[in-house]
């Protein structure tokens, strides 16, 4: 069953590195290192649903230049929120799943959505999965761990700044 992950990357486990380039433009800050704030939350950021797109992330992670992009998604049935994360690759577009609803929150309220860029900062693909993870009905891990860029003088404002503040990230 899982032959593919043998065929493209070896072995029946991938970190998928070194293919991944960011060019983050001038004026960007990483959010939400660039508050100059002491922030209190642990901000890892992952793309969720990613089960839902096992096909389209594997098409993905394959290819070569790894990208994301994004895309808010304000008629979302499940939230006006939400922001869909865009894989691209050698192999073409695909979605992959989505930020984080708590975060796409923070992301809209703030107008930080607007001009962010998404980097990646690792992939993983495995079949090795816990008990725990076999009873839920997963049959392989996928991780895609990403940061978030946007202009430094967005992040830095009040707007942002309060808000962060009011949720107790700050």
Known sequence: MFGFLKRF?????????GTIKTEIPDGYCLFPD?????VIADFNFFVKGVHYRKANIIKWA???NLALTHRREPSNKYDP????????????????????????????????HKGMKLAIK?????????????K?????????????YAPCEKIKSEKVLQYLKDENYI
Do not use: C, P
């Open 62 to 64: 394959t290819g070569k």
């Open 9 to 17: 990357f070896g072995g029946k486990q991938t970190k998928k590195q």
């Open 122 to 134: 690792d992939v993983e693909i495995t079949d090795k999965v816990s008990k725990e993870e076999k």
């Open 34 to 38: 660039g508050l100059g704030e002491d």
């Open 81 to 112: 929120n939400a922001i869909a994360i865009y894989g691209t690759s050698s192999n073409g577009k695909f979605k992959l799943g989505y930020v984080d609803a708590e975060l796409a929150e923070v992301l809209v309220e703030t107008g930080l």
């Open 136 to 148: 839920r009905g997963f049959d392989m891990r996928i991780l895609i761990e990403y940061e978030i």
